[in-house]
């Protein structure tokens, strides 16, 4: 299906203005207190739609400074941004968050030359002595995300440009179930190869983590009966043996799309403090929010008084 340009902008400007309606409500806010960033952390990452860093790490407007593209790999115009940030905002960590079936990974670069146009054939190649090689350089394809976040975090240390004082790490954020894996968490995994090998592992001691974070915090933000979901979650994954992330993809996929098919655009159902979208994600539920449907007030600013509000330190 080919969405034209014009009803994308459009779509956009709507938003904008929902966004705005949201400001008036004092459900959004684009007001930012403090410094900027709040925290001296650059992340390089993927341009993958489907990462939304600022979600996925719970992060709020002016948090911290984001950089992508196409595989998150260290670049010229990355040093550009990176020295900026650095040496006008006073950023002292650098993030390299790749994450799980990259498309930088799946480019066929024959496929990609035969779609170029002469000149961009000509210019990419330009010193003409090795032509592959030249768009291997172009395109920074890798055949491997793990590995690939590994050679990025050593491209930033060994950026002469970059004082040795900065710390970089290495992360992989899995698409498919929202994970985000520490530094210390891959570092026994040289390739993607072992890593899939023992994903069911590792995916189960995240759960076991998750269970103790829900333990703790119960009480603050999460409703009741998240623990059982969560301990049922982990019940599913004693079925699966050694399924690679991929696959497991594949079937999340499949499951995700089939109930989207079945229940176009209902709104959620309000069960107590916790919604169940109709078995949208029932398999896959992790945290549920409380959604209230939005009431839109035109002029008159409602003041909501605010009940919990996470403190710095909570981060
Ligand atoms: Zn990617």
């Not at 040093?79 to 006008?88: D, F, G, Q, T």
């Not at 999460?222 to 982990?234: F, H, K, M, S």
């Not at 159902?269 to 949208?280: L, M």
């Amino acid at each position: 299906m080919n969405v034209k340009f014009e009803d994308i902008i459009q779509k956009f400007v709507e938003g904008n203005k929902q966004y705005q309606g949201q400001i008036l409500q004092d459900e959004e806010s684009n007001q930012i207190d403090g410094k900027i960033p709040r925290y001296p952390v650059l992340i390089l990452t993927c341009m993958d739609p489907r990462i939304d860093v600022y979600r996925i790490f719970q992060l709020k407007l002016g948090d911290a400074f984001v950089l992508r593209n196409a595989g998150n790999v260290y670049t010229e115009d990355v040093l550009r941004s990176v020295l900026v940030a650095i040496h006008k905002y006073n950023i002292q960590y650098i993030v390299v968050l790749g994450h799980l079936d990259c498309g930088m990974k799946k480019l066929r670069l024959q496929d990609l030359t035969n779609k170029l146009t002469d000149s961009a054939i000509k210019k990419i190649g330009k010193s003409g002595t090795n032509f592959h090689l030249e768009l291997l350089k172009f395109f920074k394809a890798f055949t491997d995300e793990i590995k690939n976040i590994e050679n990025q975090v050593y491209k930033f240390r060994n950026a002469r440009e970059i004082p040795t004082d900065i710390r970089i790490m290495g992360m992989l954020y899995d698409p498919n179930t929202g994970w985000v894996f520490r530094n210390e968490e891959l570092k026994s995994y040289s390739n993607y190869e072992d890593f899939a090998k023992d994903y069911r592992n590792i995916l189960q001691t995240k759960k076991f983590e998750l269970i103790g974070y829900i333990e703790s915090h119960q009480d603050e933000i999460i409703g009741e009966g998240v623990l059982q979901d969560v301990e049922r979650l982990i019940d599913i994954d004693e079925n699966r043996k050694n399924i690679p992330p991929t696959e497991i993809t594949k079937n999340q996929e499949s499951i995700i799309n089939e109930k989207f098919e079945e229940i176009p655009n209902e709104p959620p159902i309000i069960n107590s403090n916790k919604i169940v979208s109709k078995g949208v994600y029932s398999d896959l539920i992790s945290i549920p929010k409380i959604k209230i449907p939005k009431i839109f007030i035109p002029k008159i600013k409602v003041h909501v008084p605010v009940i919990y509000k996470k403190s710095k330190e909570d981060f």
